[in-house]
């Protein structure tokens, strides 16, 4: 017998959760790309249009040290002045569209390439012709800018250089004044020879450096690739807006189908069965090995098999004067029918004396015809005509045809069955099939349609569970294996099969049937080698009703 272990987290229970909620995680990857798709048709569309910008040096460039180019030009800082407040005033000019310089700064980008002197200025808008007319702007007042720059630096030398001459040449002049004026031959006019070579000197250098300046023509720097239109939007991406709404949506698909997983209360599998009810399982039926119900299973098919491999864990795990077992469903239906019919089958080929007990007392006679049809016997009488009184329990026994060994008490006709599962009559009845030797199983109604399944597991040794999976609850489970707990009754397992197709009481053919007629003294007759535990319990049964022997 499987002993009950914690619940295992491996990758076969979660993918076993996708499985069965395939559909959840399907959904919710549509309503991803659904989603993917109307967020790409909401967003605004973005054009972006770049344009590469030749950056040459001017005589005020300096690169910083640790530059990322040796040159005299500090891309960095030339790219950090592209989004300056001058430059996009300038921009804003160029474009005559009326937004405002900040607005303006905040739609361009520009990007160095590495190795290179070379800005590439991006600039971004709700239109092609936006974007392309706004990344030339860009470009065009950055170098504007630049060479206003390196004009303005060129100018003031020039102003300085200017100023320079006219001092010197005034000083010159002082010095010629002086100089006509000394005696020859003398110091003073030694000295005033030496200046005057020195001005002279400094004024042809100032000079010479004027007329460069004078003489020289300011570039920043040119456009070697103008702004192109933009045929496609760069944002938003609608394969990736799609795609990525696909992953969200699989992602919560697959949250949301743990999530029904993990608070389910139905029992899906054989797994939920053993880890979330903490029931051992005893055997697992299948679509192809799960019995008709219009016939024992063959001892050799494959549901044969499996209720071979059961019976041979349940003689195993009963004690040695282990007689009685019950067997219950966790559901209203006819699970603990299948499963005790085909047990007890699988005793009797032993060729152990077994004797089924259908207790789940039926409303009418066409209830009683599912037991009776897979065994081959007649639907009546049964055990409601047993405790009622009508008949003994030689009366009561039926042997089957295919399987001697095998004895069934069908539930019997319809009857008044309040408190007969309760009466005294029912325990006389199975201490004396007891007497008799060999094994009674009990078919019991469900634990969640009435007590009497747990008053008929206090009379017995051993209880077996059938549980119908996706018709099965966990609380429903769980409530069954406290009841057989709390009547000391020891539970060996539960025997999981799939929800069961009973066919409806209108396509059952009803036995032909003729009720006996009620006897309150049930005659003391022979039971085929069985005739002493039946007068024994006809005895007990007239001193119940008063009567003397």
Known sequence: MEAPRPASADISHYLGALRRHWWIALVATGAGLGAGAVVTQTMPKVYESATSVLVQSVDQDTNAQGGRTKGAVNLDTEAQLVGSGAVA?????????????V??????????????TVLVITFQADT??????????????YLRNREETARYQLDKQIRSLNLKVKQLTGALTGINARLASAVPGSPTESNLLSLRNNSQNQLNSLTGRLNELTTTTVGGGSIISDARLPETPSSPNTWLNIGAGAMIGLLLGLCLAYLRERFDRRLVTAADVRDRGRVPVLATLDERSTPHFDDVLQPYGPG?????????????????????????????????????????AALARTGSDVVLIGAHLPDSVVDAAPLARMLGVSAVPGL????????????????????????????????TAAGLMQSQR??????????????????????????????????????????????SRRPALEDATEQLQRVGTRLLGAVVMPRLTVPRPSEIEAPAVTL????????????????APTQQLAAVLKRRDGDTK
């Open 384 to 415: 409601s005509d047993l405790l009622a009184g009508r008949v003994g329990l030689s009366r009561a026994l039926q042997r089957t045809p295919r399987i001697p060994s095998l004895r069934v008490i069908t539930t019997g006709g319809a009857a």
């Open 304 to 344: 044969g098999r499996v209720f071979n491999r059961l019976r041979n864990e349940v003689l195993a795990s009963l004690e040695p004067d282990d007689q009685i077992i019950v067997v219950t469903g966790t559901s209203r239906g006819s699970a603990s029918t299948l499963v005790a019919a085909n047990l007890a």
């Open 103 to 116: 607005e303006l700064a905040r739609s361009v980008s520009v990007q160095v390439p590495a190795n290179t």
């Open 128 to 141: 092609p012709q936006k974007a392309q007319a706004g990344s030339h702007a860009f470009a065009e007042a």
């Open 516 to 531: 006996p007629a009620p006897s309150p003294r049930p005659s003391p007759a022979k039971d085929d080698g069985h005739e």
């Open 426 to 471: 029912l325990k006389d009845t199975l201490q004396a099939l007891r007497g008799q030797g060999g094994y009674v199983v009990i078919e019991a109604p469900s634990t969640s349609s009435s007590a009497d399944a747990q008053s008929l597991a206090s009379l017995a040794d051993a209880a077996i569970l059938a549980v119908e999976l996706r018709r």
């Open 89 to 101: 005033v300038k921009a804003g000019t160029l474009l005559r569209s009326g937004i405002s310089p």
